[in-house]
């Protein structure tokens, strides 16, 4: 007589870093067939990690892995996943607790779907498949983050770079600038009157279907100026 083997889930224990390249390697490696993330160790809200979950779980859903079950969330990040509006859209994951509904509250975070249109966000022009953009701030810092599941023939990779390039000198912002797709990862660290500064690249296994992923957290010149004055 067979024996059914349940498998075991993979256990992922996120911790509260803002290194793009600890958050690339830990959410864009190797999908597992079933998933459970433990983010008990992130104290306070974070949008990248927010953001990062978010598109790890829309790869599980397209490559049709089961839910990613994210336990053990802070008050903090229970609260800032409330203050994003929308997000209960979000595909391919299940919280274990109650989240409620905010009413008559201004939200730091916009969820939305890109097959719902996106003309007014910035960079959308080049995310026009199955994704999602998150835009919003916290604690006096801008996050875009952008995600589809784009075809590599479909993408125009140097107009991405050219307009980031393009807004960093029209906004005049310090920040951190992110492109992955399931190819290569592209970094660059954005400071005020400055062009486009080096470029970090790197070659990655190819373990993911084709996506486009892009995280852009800054600050304007000004508003820290105000703030340190």
């Known amino acids: 007589m067979a024996k059914t083997l349940l498998s075991k889930p993979s256990i992922f224990e996120p911790y509260g870093h803002s290194d793009l390249y600890a958050l690339d390697n830990l959410y864009f490696s190797p999908l597992k067939e079933k998933e459970i993330w433990d983010f ?9 990690n927010l953001g990062f979950i ?26 800032g996943i ?5 997000w209960e859209k979000a595909p391919g994951i299940r919280f274990d607790a ?3 509904q ?9 969820y939305k779907r890109l097959e719902e249109g996106t003309d007014q966000l910035a960079f959308s022009e080049f995310f026009f498949e199955k994704g999602f953009a998150l835009q919003g701030k916290w604690k006096d810092r801008n996050f875009q983050i952008l995600f589809s599941a784009s075809h590599s023939e479909n993408r125009n990779l140097p107009s ?6 393009e807004f960093n000198a029209e906004h005049q912002i310090r920040g ?14 954005l400071k005020p009157k400055e062009s486009f500064g080096p470029l970090f690249l790197q070659e990655k296994k190819l373990e993911q279907d084709p996506f486009l992923f892009l995280s852009l ?11 340190n004055s």
Not at 40 to 48: A, G, N, Q, T, Y
Not at 82 to 86: A, S, V
Not at 160 to 165: A, G, N, P, R
Not at 217 to 227: C, F, G, M
Request: with cysteine; proline share 4%; net charge positive.
């Open 82 to 86: 409330c203050l994003t509006k929308g």
């Open 98 to 100: 109650f989240l409620p």
């Open 160 to 165: 991405i770079l050219k307009k980031v390039s």
């Open 54 to 79: 978010f598109a790890r779980a829309e790869l599980g859903s397209q490559s049709g892995s089961s839910e990613i079950e994210l336990n053990n969330l802070g008050p903090n990040f229970k609260k």
């Open 40 to 48: 008990s160790r992130i104290r306070e809200f974070s949008p990248l």
């Open 217 to 227: 957290d800054y600050s304007k010149a000004e508003e820290k100026e105000e703030t």
């Open 176 to 189: 951190n600038f992110f492109l992955r797709t399931e190819k290569q990862s592209y970094l660059n660290f």
């Open 102 to 110: 905010i009413l008559g509250s201004e939200f730091n975070f916009h």
